[in-house]
């Protein structure tokens, strides 16, 4: 994809709370294997996830960090053996990450693409979850939350991913995207009730996440976490990396969603060509370095008024809404440079999806100078910004509830907690956010029609048509599955014995302990791309089992 | 601060055409109207539950760190 584009090889992870209401002590992770394994079926329950692809410890700066090392948390590709995956209808994954039932979206090449699966992973867990209850525990049902800290210090990931091009400098990314990590806030924060990670301070603030960063960059997730995230774990191919964020909220907003991997995308593509077309990026890059980005997390998010400066590392101080304008110009600069302008000056963007997003973002950033400029009187009544600004939304809902109660209420009343926990709830019938929703309250990207065709089906244009296509038509051939190796057992005759070692899958790259039984066929399908529908469907359809299917596509690959 | 309004004005100058393309605009008119007074019709059906269960929720929720 060279065209200047939103457009690349995206995707969501989400970790959803778990919980259990009216039971005291109940044990996050057995509910995360209760509800991950109710998202299996009888015909797919055995197909084990791949962990030989995963290398938790390669850092994108270059240097590998000793496994004796690691803290057991970052070895996830040793995982326990009785972990519990399961490959999604639509070619995603679920599975039990920590104390937490997780989603991975299936691979997707756009943003409006990528909101669509993300979201569809709600109702998939949605429908898990109340499987599992139905099981396990009719009348004290499992709960899910799709948010990112519980108050009293925990706090758990929503990750973007984005495929790159590996020849950029990683110090260039991470200035990029150290500035544009802090300032998007603005726009991209789901809203939290309760400052610090214990909500030690009553109040109210931009993004659930913001609290818990405390590093500039780092590999690690669960600890001392960093604004750059420098896993490099491409699960491509040599020539690209995988840019893994872990610095954003849960939100339950489609505009903030779409805003956050449009924007970064292109960003990414302006980066990826800043260089070639003269572009002056150690002046935009110098003019965008903080004093102190990970105070700067915090300050940005605690700014209900979004006028707070940031100061700059090389003197005076700058705004994150300023910050934001900057970096959308840098876009529009390196855009003009590259497609030429229209006559109205707008860039002649190659396509529908790269528009929308840049009017987004200018919208965005309209409504934000808007809510700047209000007090919180005018703030109660900003109708469509609140559609399209998910932590004033919430706010209002928060401060009318609080003017109600009494003005003096403070903000760590119990009851407006409740309403931020309540607005994170997946069930409809337990979610402020989604009573808020049906009333039409939220702008919406996409309707209830395209989220249940992408729970039950793949996106068509990467290699995700594939995983679930295999999956599909032949469950029973298959063994293994990951992000990028599909792997089938050969059939064989009536009566013959399983040679399968239970360990298979679960050896690591890293320790390169692999085995593979001579009656197993893996692909290798690196390029997430070169096994979209189009170049494999005919195989396919005309496959008789996944092993032959394998293997005929891992020839046309070759040749 | 001059700087910023000007900035301000662009990204609203960029919108009318942008806003076809979208509907971003018009959309959110048309449902923000009906959709406003949905936030206290929302305060007033949650507003027992909340009286009743809000502390017993908040504090019973508790996680376990993530990712």
């Known amino acids: 994809m060279v065209r200047m584009s939103v457009k690349r090889v995206m995707g969501t992870e989400t970790e959803y709370a778990v919980s259990q209401p009216g039971v005291a002590y109940y044990q996050p992770v057995q509910l995360s294997f209760d509800v991950v394994g109710a998202a299996a079926t009888p015909a797919t329950r055995h197909i084990r996830w791949d ?17 004796a ?17 399961v490959i999604a209808p639509n070619g995603g994954r679920i599975y039990v990450d920590h104390a937490h039932p997780e989603y991975s979206a299936p691979e997707t090449t756009d943003p409006f693409q990528a909101l669509a699966y993300d979201h569809a992973g709600d109702r998939l867990m949605l429908a898990a979850a109340r499987a599992a209850s139905a099981v396990a525990a009719p009348a004290r049902p499992i709960v899910l939350h799709r948010n990112n800290v519980d108050g009293k210090g925990a706090s758990w990931g929503t990750h973007e991913n984005y495929m790159m091009r590996r020849d950029v400098p990683f110090a260039d990314v991470a200035a990029l995207m150290t500035a544009h990590f802090v ?47 420098t896993r490099d774990e491409s699960h491509s191919t040599g020539e690209y990396r995988r840019l893994h964020v872990i610095v954003g909220d849960a939100n339950r907003m489609d505009v903030p969603q779409v805003l956050k991997l449009g924007v970064t995308s292109i960003l990414l593509w302006a980066l990826e060509h800043a260089r070639e077309t003269g572009y002056d990026l150690d002046a935009l890059l110098g003019s965008l370095q903080l004093a102190d980005p990970v ?170 048509w594939l995983r679930a296509a295999v999956v599909r038509a032949f469950p029973a051939d298959v063994v293994a599955a990951s992000w990028s190796h599909l792997t089938a057992r050969m059939p064989r005759a009536d009566g013959a014995g399983d040679a399968l070692p239970d360990t298979y899958g679960n050896a690591s790259a890293a320790e390169a302990t692999s085995v593979r039984p001579g009656d197993l066929v893996s692909l290798d399908m690196s390029d997430p791309l070169a096994f979209r529908k189009e170049n494999v469907e005919t195989a396919v ?17 070759r040749r | 601060m001059p700087q910023e309004f000007q900035q301000t004005n662009r990204t609203q100058q960029e919108q009318p055409q942008d806003a076809q393309e979208t509907g971003v605009s018009a959309q959110a008119a048309a449902q923000s109207q009906e959709g406003f007074d949905a936030l206290d019709a929302v305060l007033d059906d949650i507003e027992s539950t909340l009286e009743t269960n809000a502390e017993e929720y908040v504090n019973s929720f508790v996680q376990k760190g993530g990712e």
């Open chain 1, 295 to 464: 105070e700067a997390m915090h300050t940005v998010s605690h700014d209900l008024t979004l006028a707070a400066t940031l100061p700059r590392e090389t003197g005076g101080e700058i705004t994150a809404w300023l910050m934001q304008v900057t970096l959308r110009r840098f876009v529009y600069e390196v855009a003009a440079a590259t497609l030429g302008t229209d006559t109205a000056g707008e860039p002649a963007w190659e396509d529908r999806e790269t528009r929308n997003v840049m009017a987004m973002w200018g919208q965005a950033l309209a409504d934000t100078a808007a809510i700047r400029h209000a007090g919180d009187d005018a703030r109660l009544t900003m109708r469509a910004e609140a559609g399209r600004v998910e932590w004033l939304l919430k706010w209002q809902l928060l401060e009318k509830l609080r003017r109600k109660i009494g003005p003096d209420t403070s903000w760590d009343d119990p009851r407006l907690a409740a309403v931020d926990l309540s607005w994170a709830a997946l069930d409809p019938g337990r979610s402020v956010f989604a009573k808020l929703e049906k009333a039409g309250s939220v702008e919406r990207l996409v309707d209830d029609a395209a989220l249940a065709t992408a729970a039950a089906n793949p996106p068509e244009t990467t290699r995700a």
């Open chain 1, 69 to 85: 090392a690691a803290r057991p948390d970052m070895l996830t590709d040793a995982p326990q053996l009785n972990i519990t995956n």
């Open chain 1, 183 to 229: 300032s998007r806030q603005i726009w991209a924060g789901s809203g939290r009730v309760g400052i610090g990670e214990k909500s030690e301070t009553p109040g109210y603030q931009l993004s659930q996440r913001a609290d818990t960063i405390h590093a500039k960059i780092g590999l690690q997730t669960t600890f001392d976490r960093p604004i750059i995230n």
């Open chain 1, 51 to 67: 962990y030989r692809q995963e290398d938790p410890v390669n850092d994108a700066r270059g240097t590998r960090l000793d496994r």
């Open chain 1, 541 to 557: 359809a005309e496959a008789a089992d996944a092993a032959g299917l394998l293997a005929r596509l891992a020839t046309e690959q």
